[in-house]
């Protein structure tokens, strides 16, 4: 069964840090790319990073630059976004997603997760 479940999310103040994990099934984890994306208030879906399967070269939208890191544990079939100073703007709805590549994975992704809110306060 293809499953992805976010965790981590909540209420937080701005500059604060906070940590999203997202368990995934071993089949929709093993040899897929895995990345986040977030939907804010009155906005569309965004990318915001992506890590390979080996963890190589990840990706970033350029407003999480420096200040997000995407990781994966691929002996937990986990994939985590650190998110530190952060600011009104990444209130969103993060969500989870899985593909066989970035390239696909950013397309339109296969596999999604039901998403986690993150609010930051000013």
């Known amino acids: 069964q293809v499953q992805l479940v976010e965790s981590g999310g909540g209420l937080v103040q701005a500059g604060d840090s906070l940590r999203l994990s997202c368990a995934a099934s071993v089949r929709t984890f093993s040899n897929n790319a895995m990345g986040w994306f977030r939907q804010g208030p009155g906005k569309e879906r965004e990318f915001v990073a992506a890590i390979t399967w080996t963890g190589a070269n990840p990706y970033y939208v350029d407003d999480v630059k420096g200040r997000f890191t995407i990781s994966r544990d691929n002996a937990k079939n986990t994939v985590y976004l650190q998110m530190s100073s952060l600011k009104p703007e990444d209130t969103a709805v993060y969500f989870c997603?899985?593909?066989?590549?970035?390239?696909?994975?950013?397309?339109?992704?296969?596999?999604w997760g039901q998403g986690t809110q993150v609010t930051v306060s000013s």
């Open positions: 997603a899985a593909d066989q590549t970035i390239v696909a994975l950013r397309t339109r992704a296969h596999y």
